[in-house]
């Protein structure tokens, strides 16, 4: 009886161990790693390098490109997050009927979420193109502007132009998870306060909205720490520019640890961002446990 039970504890390991090993250095040692490099002064290029403690943590509070880009990195969030769940929450109310072309839409809509991110940025930077852009031709037309311009060329209004990109991609999945949401809503409810005489905004404010709230709570946390690790579409539209009024935590990460080849300070900058991270993950994780509970 031992040898069987042996035997299948040996079963048992020799399964999990790729799984394990895989972890491991897909995972836990690359963050081992560069959470050790932050430590350090080693450069992109060089193999010798010293520890030098905290030095790279000390030279972030002096660093205004850091505090910028934080700075950008939380507007872009809190901004994003806000449209990305207005316009989902728009768009599921009206989806959520049984009409003829209803599931045509619902496919459409969703596109954005599935599109490449080049795609996404070749598609706006030829919208906001000052020369041939969609947009420009429209505002000339119906002589809202007097001179055509580009949207990402003005340090005031190219973080708008990334906004927008940002929200159109993220809006889809908002879309889906409050419609399924709204669709598990009880029908019954809306029968009874209508036989009391509730008008739609009535029924909206004190059934459909509450009943959804948890799920916007989690929508919510998700669509923050995906904005908040955006890099790809921030990369190919602007780069940080102009004059840095787009830099972003993930962009100036990158930025610093390859073109300037600070591969110590850019891994610091990176676990400052994981611990951004962390909290929303842990935020999430305590949301999901108590809705969980609230269901029990």
């Known amino acids: ?11 048992g390991i020799l399964f999990i161990t790729p799984l394990v090993l895989c972890i491991v250095s897909v995972l836990i040692y690359p963050f081992a790693n560069g959470v050790w490099l932050s430590f350090t002064n080693k450069m992109f290029t060089y193999e010798r390098y010293q520890v030098i403690g905290w030095e790279n943590y000390l030279r972030m509070l002096q660093d205004d490109l850091f505090w910028l ?13 806000l449209g990305a769940l207005l316009l989902g929450l728009l768009l ?4 959520n009927r049984k009409e003829k072309y209803v599931a045509f839409f619902r496919g459409l ?10 795609v996404v940025v070749l598609t706006f930077r030829w919208l906001y193109n000052d020369f041939y852009g969609y947009i420009n031709y429209i505002l000339l037309k119906y002589h809202i502007i007097d001179m055509p311009f580009n949207i990402l060329a003005s340090a005031q209004t190219a973080w708008i132009g990334v906004l927008i990109p940002l929200i159109w991609c993220y809006y889809p999945f908002v879309m889906v998870f409050l419609l399924a949401a709204l669709q598990s809503i009880d029908k019954n409810l809306y029968q009874v306060a209508q036989l009391e005489g509730a008008t739609k905004w009535q029924m909206f404010w004190h059934i459909t909205l509450p009943s959804l709230k948890p799920s916007i709570i ?18 190919l539209l602007t780069t940080g520019g102009p004059a840095y009024e787009t830099l972003t935590l993930s962009l100036y990460i990158y930025l610093k640890a ?10 610091a900058l990176a676990v400052i961002m994981f611990i ?19 269901e029990v």
């Open 69 to 81: 880009s934080l700075q950008h990195s939380l507007k872009f969030t809190a901004v994003g997050v």
């Open 109 to 118: 809509l969703f596109l954005p979420w599935t599109l490449p991110s080049i």
């Open 276 to 294: 951004f991270l962390i909290v929303f993950t842990a935020l999430y994780f305590r949301v999901m446990g108590s809705r969980q509970n609230y």
């Open 92 to 95: 599921a109310l009206l989806l």
């Open 1 to 11: 009886m031992k040898s069987a039970h042996s035997k299948t504890s040996i079963t």
């Open 218 to 235: 989690i929508v919510a946390i998700l669509e923050t720490i995906w904005m908040f690790c955006a890099f790809d579409l921030v990369f």
């Open 258 to 267: 390859f073109p300037a080849k600070d591969m110590a300070y850019g891994m």
